[in-house]
């Protein structure tokens, strides 16, 4: 028989298989799995089936962990290393979600709609929705990418509007040089520089007033994924830590939904993440 040919498919489903009870799927990616040597199936006492991962399944999981590894690029690297350091800080994250931003005039009405794409969202791990702090972590690693971006007011606006605080984590070229400083970014946003080895505030974030997040917020964030700490690479220190010596040092301190509770819809999202009052 000739050799199979094994896709994503294949190795999302060894993950699946891994990390569950290993209730068998009935289908043909396990019939592949199984003719391929990676998956096998068993007969419980109760006589139930069950298939589990093989140590030639394992193997193959490990080369696709690499390679997986290998062909992320610098950006997706640094949101993933920003969101866990969130994660190490207690804070429920999100990564490339989509989401509702209201663009207001001098005088405070909305004038327009707008959406945006932060690399990073999180929110504070309760069911206080004036507890929630949301911060926005905008990733750079191309200085051109930075400068076009900044040029953008509506964008920024967009990120300060769902975000109680805007960061931009800005990282290092080929010689490990900072791809730009803190003068660089309009003073009511957070600088962070991402070296190799350590994650450094260069300018802290502007304190805003805390509000509730409108209702178009929780429900994109009902229906995303959060990120959990088994999706990303292991990354060195606190950042949101340092975040908080930052605020020390620098400043010496620490919508209606038409009758819908903020609150309960709050308590209700964060069910699924594991949140504590």
Same mark, same amino acid.
């Given at each position: 028989? +000739? ?15 891994y990390?569950s009870?290993g ?10 799995l ?7 199936? $068993? ?7 069950? !298939?589990?991962?093989?140590?030639s ?9 690499q ?17 866990q ?6 804070? !429920? ?11 207001? $005039?001098?005088?405070? &009405? ?31 690693? $191309? ?8 040029? $953008?007011?509506?964008?920024r ?7 109680? &605080? ?8 080929a ?10 970014? +309009?003073?009511?946003?957070?600088v962070?520089?991402a070296?190799p ?10 304190k ?25 690479m292991?990354? &060195?220190?606190?950042?949101q830590?340092m975040?908080?010596?930052? !605020? ?7 919508? +209606?939904?038409?009758?819908?509770n903020?609150? &309960?819809?709050?308590?209700?999202c ?8």
């Amino acid at each position: 028989m +000739p050799a199979l040919k094994l896709g994503r498919f294949h190795a999302k489903r060894l993950r699946e298989v891994y990390r569950s009870a290993g209730w068998p799927h009935l289908d043909t990616v396990e019939v592949e799995l199984i003719a391929a040597g990676l998956l096998e199936r $068993s007969t419980e006492l109760t006589g139930h089936d069950k !298939v589990r991962v093989t140590a030639s399944g394992i193997a193959h999981l490990a080369q696709c962990i690499q390679g997986n590894r290998q062909n992320r690029s610098a950006h997706e690297l640094l949101v993933e290393r920003i969101g866990q350091e969130m994660l190490r800080d207690g804070r !429920v994250v999100w990564t490339s979600l989509s989401l509702r931003a209201g663009l207001t $005039s001098d005088s405070g &009405q909305p004038v327009r709609w707008k959406m945006c794409r932060p690399d990073v969202f999180s929110i504070r791990n309760t069911s206080v929705a004036s507890y929630l702090e949301p911060i926005v972590h905008e990733v750079k690693v $191309s200085r051109a990418d930075l400068l076009g971006d900044l040029k $953008s007011a509506d964008k920024r606006n967009a990120y300060l509007d769902v975000g109680g &605080q805007c960061w931009y984590v800005l990282g290092c070229d080929a010689k490990g040089r900072p791809i730009g400083e803190a003068d660089d970014v +309009p003073p009511e946003c957070g600088v962070m520089i991402a070296e190799p080895d350590a994650l450094h505030v260069a300018r802290n974030a502007a304190k805003r007033v805390a509000r509730d997040l409108p209702f178009a917020i929780w429900m994109a964030l009902a229906k995303a994924v959060p990120m959990n700490a088994g999706d990303a690479m292991s990354t &060195q220190g606190s950042a949101q830590g340092m975040l908080t010596e930052a !605020v020390i040092k620098i400043d010496g301190l620490d919508e +209606p939904n038409d009758g819908l509770n903020t609150s &309960q819809v709050a308590a209700f999202c964060l069910t699924g993440a594991g949140a504590k009052t």
